[in-house]
């Protein structure tokens, strides 16, 4: 069982930048499809962004392209999200998801493991 943990959320002005992290158990992290996705307050999750094994392809949801950017470090099983000029509209919980090979999909059924979530509160 791959155990994912989502760390670097918080409060941020609007405008601001943050880096949440997603920290990999297992040695398999290498060879996954990492996602991100977000849970706004009283919405359904919705994707955000998602990289493959090797980092060569990623696939942005329209709403966060130009402004965020995953990036993996496979020596340290971790994937990140770099989030700038976050708006109100970025306010969630985020949660990173695994477990998956080929193309980023945004559907989250295409992923096997999931974080517990972090919390980003961006005011405005």
């Known amino acids: 069982q791959v155990q994912l943990v989502e760390s670097g959320g918080g409060l941020v002005q609007a405008g601001g930048s943050l880096r949440l992290a997603c920290a990999a158990s297992?040695?398999?992290?290498?060879?996954?499809?990492m996602g991100w996705f977000r849970q706004p307050p009283g919405k359904e999750r919705v994707f955000v962004g998602a990289i493959t094994w090797n980092g060569d392809i990623t696939n942005y949801a329209d709403s966060v392209k130009g402004r965020f950017t995953i990036s993996r470090d496979d020596a340290r099983n971790t994937m990140y999200l770099q989030m700038n000029s976050l708006k109100s509209a970025d306010t969630a919980v985020y949660f990173c998801?695994?477990?998956?090979?080929?193309?980023?999909?945004?559907?989250?059924?295409?992923?096997?493991?999931w974080g517990q979530g972090t919390q980003v509160v961006v005011l405005s």
């Open positions: 998801a695994g477990g998956r090979t080929g193309w980023p999909t945004g559907s989250p059924s295409g992923y096997a493991y």
């Open positions: 297992s040695g398999t992290f290498s060879n996954s499809t």
